[in-house]
């Protein structure tokens, strides 16, 4: 008889379970799987999920130093907006390169019900004084952002990405001047 041999080692012995973890084990265990149901909410939380109060904001990757490439405003990828929602708070769009943002106060304010971040604009103005005609400012303007849609207090406005010549024609407009745009598709 070999009582000498370990189980495994050709035994009929019965193999018995190893006892019960210790406190240790059942920690890391525990430990292991609260960061995994961690990470699985982060990565799958809605886009429009604000993180909350007093949290300690994200960390940004910093842009690259020296000259920004040349582009239009037309060079801007398109932004799909989700269509089952109507977030107008935390949508705005990063500035694109070789453009400037102008804040525009539209001569009417319910056009901006129609507007979202990510839509291309034609901005007209009607000069206060002079002739009553229209002028196009800018053509295919970016929406970065609408602020106040809602608001009635006249505080409302569009901030747009325009080309430096489209935003000292939009800025050099007389006192007065009414401004509209055209939404385009």
């Known amino acids: 008889m070999g009582f000498g041999r370990t189980v495994g080692e050709r035994s009929l012995r019965p193999v018995r379970w190893p006892g019960r973890p210790g406190a240790g084990p059942l920690l890391r265990a525990g430990l292991v799987a609260t960061l995994l149901g961690l990470a699985a909410t982060v990565l799958y939380a809605p886009p429009g999920c604000d993180p ?8 940004t990757a910093s842009a690259p130093t020296g000259p920004a490439p040349a582009s239009s405003p037309d060079d801007a990828p398109p932004v799909v907006a989700d269509a089952g929602t109507d977030d107008r708070t935390g949508g705005a769009l990063p500035l694109p390169g070789g453009t400037v943002g102008v804040p525009v106060r539209l001569a009417e304010p319910a056009a901006l019900a129609v507007v979202r971040p990510g839509s291309r604009v034609d901005l007209l103005a009607l000069p206060a ?57």
């Open 52 to 59: 909350a109060p007093g949290a300690a904001p994200a960390a």
């Open 129 to 185: 004084a002079g002739p009553a005609t229209t002028v196009l400012l800018a053509s295919r303007a970016l929406v970065l952002d609408v602020v106040g849609a809602g608001d009635l207090d006249g505080s409302s406005a569009l901030y747009l990405a325009l080309a430096p010549p489209q935003a000292e024609r939009v800025v050099g407009q007389p006192e007065g001047s009414r401004f509209a745009v055209i939404v385009r598709g």
